[in-house]
């Protein structure tokens, strides 16, 4: 049972980041498909930079992962520029741009690792990065309510860094001038050129903003759950994201929960294949469960969401 | 003279007749710039590599070839992989017409082939029965499936792109799991393979000497690009379907049935889709491997998008998008790169593709500027003759 719960937060906590940058984007009316090719080339950036300092630091270093995570915040944000630039200054249809950008993203990424990985050992060309899995550690005090606690038992470093961000995210969309005109961006962009807001600028901005948060995302997964980098990355997590931001009704609060429900369904899915002792390959089954939890959670959601109304519309400064 | 000579290329791009065909081709031209410029940043020679793709693909002699192998069996694998490819792109066209991101072809292929391969693959039918059946088999998968997700976006307002990638995973996860436990090989640990009375591919056919596998599913992919031509240009539920795509809410008022007129072009799309997959999996290949799915879902989009969504386009974009495909394995073992750079290459087309609407954009400011700069000088010489003199020498 403690399982559950700690296998279903660290599961959650990148999910939640990824589906803050898809809020971010959306929030700023700029439809964001994206978030797939965004966390897998932020998860790239993340785990070349860590790959390249793990000789330096030594193998058993933990400051490498918040390194790796600047880099992938970093490399994520320059990334969704391709998407800004699509959508907000090309006016290209903002879906296909995001789908174009995750395949770009998949292929560029896989074509970029081999060739790394072909000049870093010479001849051997892989298409993964090994790294390392970072140390874990339990809150004392807390982690002994009954249940509950077990949230806070062995918990990856960056389950923490994510809800600085989280805080930090929220505070900036809610509480500051450029988070008011981002959000009147995804409803009434006029209303932001009236006032004197440059809304190719805000949505751009959000935009990388939504890339960076993803890029963070990835290279949790990257770093700690699978403990390389590898084409594997695009397992659907960023499309995963985005349905939960969907029933989170494009708002940061419920999302969360939304993100942990899914972290729990899916883990508590794992526990209990493996508590039936059932063979390994009744395993796959249950990893259909969050997808499946997706598609009814829609059916149910979809029809009462207010998306922004501004959005997946190129801005038109003359229309009425 | 020379700003003339530049508002000549405008034109073409920006013209009604031509932009279709000069848009696409401007940015083909572009990735190939792009692809040779990364290629020399590896240092390798660019033409070496795009004529390694072309002998890769049969259309350039190779230097040697190896048993009972030539330039035809290359020829006719192409052919193998152009087949799907071309009705997986109609698939996407189909309902991109209509307005709607299929994403989800490749789980449709992936289901039609899993099911035609445990439903008649094994079945030791002959192959007059087989092949046909197959064929069914495969379309009724893929169409149930495609009106499913119309179904899930008409009744409850799911975007079916995201309900499509959650059934691609379903759909992976699923089929993984069965052929794990049913079928799997015990040696490869892939599906068993398909009977070749089922296969939609003759194997092993003698041809001048070489040994050719001749696909079925060309004759079929051609023809439906025809027909799927036929439906959008000539009848009145392709009109309707367009009708939908450029505007919903307007084609309601007009008293176009919205909702049925989505679910029916999913289920065309996820019928074209599922056509690809018996043609791929129990055609160019013979056996699927689990929980894997075909990259040619969502190449099939850049092609769709590079063919201008068109199904005579989509004809020439997989025709030139394969030969990459294909060609990449023996590109790679020529040059000693990497061949995922084939799929970048893909991605590249279809980032340029992306930004076809942009271009064309700037060309039409471009022709509207000028004509601007002319009635300026016009109005400029008709009030005062003297300047216009400097002015056309300058």
């Known amino acids: ?320 | 003279m020379k700003p003339k000579q530049k508002n000549r290329f405008a034109s073409l791009l920006d013209s009604e007749k031509w932009s279709s065909v000069t848009i696409p081709a401007l940015s083909v031209i572009l990735s190939l710039i792009t692809a040779s410029i990364m290629l020399l940043i590896l240092g390798k020679n660019p033409a070496t590599a795009f004529l390694s793709f072309l002998q890769g693909s049969g259309f350039v002699s190779k230097p040697g070839y190896g048993g009972g192998g030539g330039m035809l069996t290359d020829f006719f694998t192409y052919l193998n992989v152009l087949a799907p490819m071309l009705l997986a792109s109609l698939g996407f066209v189909m309902a991109f017409k209509a307005g709607l991101f299929n994403i989800g072809i490749a789980g449709q292929m992936l289901a039609a082939g899993f099911l035609a391969t445990a439903i008649i693959g094994y079945s030791g039918l002959s192959a007059w029965l087989a092949k046909p059946l197959v064929i069914l088999v495969g379309a009724a998968a893929g169409g149930l499936l495609g009106a499913f997700v119309g179904f899930l976006k008409y009744k409850f307002n799911i975007h079916e792109v995201v309900s499509t990638i959650m059934l691609n995973y379903i759909i992976s996860y699923l089929t993984g799991f069965f052929i794990n436990d049913r079928f799997a090989d015990s040696l490869t640990r892939s599906m068993k393979i398909c009977s070749d009375s089922a296969r939609l591919s003759w194997t092993d056919v003698q041809i001048a000497g070489m040994k050719c596998s001749i696909p079925l599913g060309i004759a079929l992919a051609l023809a439906a690009a025809f027909v799927v031509k036929f439906i959008f240009d000539k009848t009145v539920f392709g009109f309707e379907l367009r009708a939908v795509g450029r505007n919903p809410i307007c084609a309601r008022y007009t008293g176009i049935k919205v909702g049925r007129r989505i679910v029916v072009s999913l289920m065309l799309s996820g019928m074209l889709a599922g056509l690809a997959g018996v043609t791929y999996y129990c055609g160019y290949y013979n056996t699927i491997v689990p929980k894997s799915l075909a990259g040619m879902g969502y190449d099939a989009i850049a092609v769709a998008l590079l063919g201008n969504s068109s199904p005579i386009g989509a004809i020439f974009a997989s025709i030139l998008i394969t030969i990459f495909q294909n060609g990449s394995n023996y590109m790679s073992s020529t040059l000693g790169v990497a061949k995922e750079i084939a799929s970048l290459i893909t991605g590249i087309l279809l980032l340029f593709s992306a930004c076809g609407g942009y271009f064309r954009y700037l060309a039409h400011r471009r022709l509207e500027r000028a004509v601007d700069e002319e009635a300026q000088k016009a109005a400029a010489e008709s009030d005062a003759p003297e300047i216009s003199e400097n002015g056309k020498e300058g």
């Open chain 1, 1 to 320: 049972m403690e399982k559950v719960f700690i296998d279903g937060l660290s599961f959650a906590a990148p999910l939640f980041v990824m589906a803050m940058g898809g809020i971010y984007s959306e929030k700023s009316g700029v439809t964001n498909l994206a978030v797939e090719g965004f966390q897998g080339f932020g998860a790239f950036v993340g785990a070349l930079v860590a790959v390249m300092l793990m000789p330096i630091l030594g193998d058993g270093s933990q400051t490498v992962i918040y390194i790796a995570m600047a880099a992938a915040f970093v490399g994520g944000g320059i990334y969704a520029c391709i998407h800004g630039l699509l959508c907000v200054k090309f006016r290209a249809d903002q879906v296909i741009s995001g789908v174009v950008v995750n395949i770009l993203a998949v292929s560029l990424t896989t074509f970029l690792t081999s060739a790394v990985n072909k000049a870093l050992t010479g001849g051997q060309s892989s298409n993964k990065f090994i790294l390392g899995v970072s140390d874990r550690f339990t809150i004392p005090g807390i982690s002994n309510i009954p249940v509950i606690g077990a949230l806070f038992k062995n918990m990856y470093p960056y389950e923490i860094v994510i809800v600085v961000i989280a805080v930090a995210a929220w505070y900036l969309m809610y509480r500051t001038r450029f988070g008011m005109h981002l959000r009147a961006c995804g409803e009434n962009p006029q209303s932001v050129d009236a006032a004197g807001g440059n809304v190719t600028r805000t949505r751009f901005i959000a935009v990388m903003i939504s890339g960076a948060l993803s890029g963070v995302g990835g290279i949790c997964y990257a770093y700690s759950i699978s403990a390389n980098f590898s084409p594997n990355i695009y397992m659907g997590y960023g499309y995963l994201a985005i349905a939960a931001m969907i029933f989170g009704n494009w708002n940061i609060l419920p999302t969360a929960a939304v993100c942990l429900f899914f972290g729990l369904a899916k883990s508590g899915g794992y526990q209990l294949c493996l508590g039936m002792g059932l063979s390994s390959n009744y395993s796959d089954l249950f990893m259909m469960l969050p997808y499946i939890l997706t598609l009814l959670l829609l059916t149910f959601f979809s029809k009462k969401n207010h998306p922004p109304k501004a959005v997946g519309e190129a801005y038109d400064a003359g229309k009425r």
